[in-house]
């Protein structure tokens, strides 16, 4: 703005000193042939896009043309247009100079910060709903401004935001959640054999029940009842199981989890995500155990898979725990410096190597 219209002022001088030497003839000729293209422009185009410098220049020339010329010309813009343009103009200076009334304060950014609390751990909350509960808590807020809140940081109202996902459920029902698969490997010489494991989602904790290379479903219902038997045993309480619907999964092994007061629930077809924890741990056994061990026996991969769950329980870091192990919590965190140039790490090999336990010397 500031320099455009400089440039179209400075360019129409130019063009008035281009005009002067020439007659009145050729003037009148030239105007009727920019009018003429005026005319034909104005059929072609509805409503021509004004920047604030053509408005600013050509209500400057409009202000030298005489009232009588200016109702015989064409114009892109009539005279009433250029006079709201005026009004506009002054009404802009009026809004900016116009001191800002006072209003209501805006919301503490600790109430804002609890409002956004509620509705993200409760779905199924609406505004009103918010607002009783921060009336209980003491905070004085009306129902209007909880609503704004949530509008401005783009949250649904409850009946869009209350739909129960498959993520959300295995989060909410994660302390009461088991999970079981399969997990197929070979021996050195080709045997194929089946190992049964499950695993809390809670805790990550991983049983494994057996291997098998015949893995019937009279040999999987045993260790079903193996598995709630030392679930008694240790005072778990599990309300859900999920599975796939492979074939050895029979009738007589849901039986002895209903029996406990377990649900199964059954993945999707092809959905290997609705196991997806269980299918995580066994790309960790894959990739750390499987992969760099050549199974001799049946015997040799119940030792190897022995040990390898007791460093999965007991050793092994896990993101979802913030870096503890299932049966071990973190220790305090060495914040004294002469600790830390002094630590003693030792190495503890397992399987002959292939899993590595570091802790501090005695």
């Not at 005279?79 to 009404?91: A, E, Y």
């Not at 796939?244 to 995500?273: Q, W």
Request: net charge positive; hydrophobic share 40%; glycine share 4%.
């Amino acid at each position: 703005m500031l320099l455009r219209l400089p440039y179209l002022t400075l360019t129409s001088v130019f063009t008035f000193i281009r005009l002067l030497p020439m007659s009145d003839v050729d003037k009148s000729i030239e105007i009727l042939t920019l009018r003429h293209q005026l005319a034909v422009l104005r059929r072609q185009v509805d409503k021509p896009s004004l920047t604030r410098s053509d408005r600013a220049f050509l209500a400057a020339l409009h202000h030298r043309l005489p009232r009588p010329q200016l109702r015989q010309l064409h114009l892109i813009v009539s005279p009433d247009t250029v006079l709201r343009w005026h009004r506009d103009l002054l009404r802009h200076h009026a809004k900016v100079s116009r001191p800002k009334r006072p209003g209501r304060p805006p919301t503490v950014r600790g109430i804002q910060a609890l409002i956004l609390r509620l509705a993200g751990e409760n779905p199924n909350w609406g505004y009103r709903r918010i607002h009783g509960e921060l009336a209980a808590l003491g905070t004085t807020l009306a129902p209007s401004t909880v609503w704004e809140i949530l509008k401005a940081h783009g949250i649904e109202p409850a009946p869009q935001r209350d739909q129960q996902t498959w993520a959300g459920f295995l989060r909410g029902q994660a302390h009461a959640i088991l999970a079981a698969n399969f997990v197929e490997t070979r021996t050195l010489t080709g045997a194929r054999l089946y190992v049964f494991a499950l695993i809390e989602h809670a805790t990550r904790r991983v049983h494994i029940l057996g291997a098998t290379a015949h893995p019937t479903a009279d040999w999987t219902t045993q260790l079903a009842r193996n598995l709630a038997m030392d679930l008694k045993d240790t005072a778990v309480t599990m309300k859900y199981l999920i599975r796939d619907r492979d074939s050895r999964y029979t009738r007589a092994f849901d039986n002895v989890f209903e029996d406990e007061g377990i649900a199964i629930v059954k993945t999707g077809i092809r959905v290997p995500r609705m196991n997806a924890i269980t299918e995580r741990w066994v790309r960790s056994c894959r990739a750390e155990l499987l992969d760099r061990t050549v199974v001799l026996n049946q015997a040799h991969l119940l030792h190897a898979l022995r040990k390898y769950e007791s460093f999965y329980n007991e050793h092994r870091p896990h993101r979802a725990l913030q870096a503890a192990a299932p049966l071990r919590s973190l220790p305090e965190p060495i914040t004294e410096p002469d600790q830390l140039d002094r630590l003693d790490i030792r190495r503890r090999d397992r399987l002959g190597g292939i899993l590595h336990e570091y802790q501090h010397a005695a």
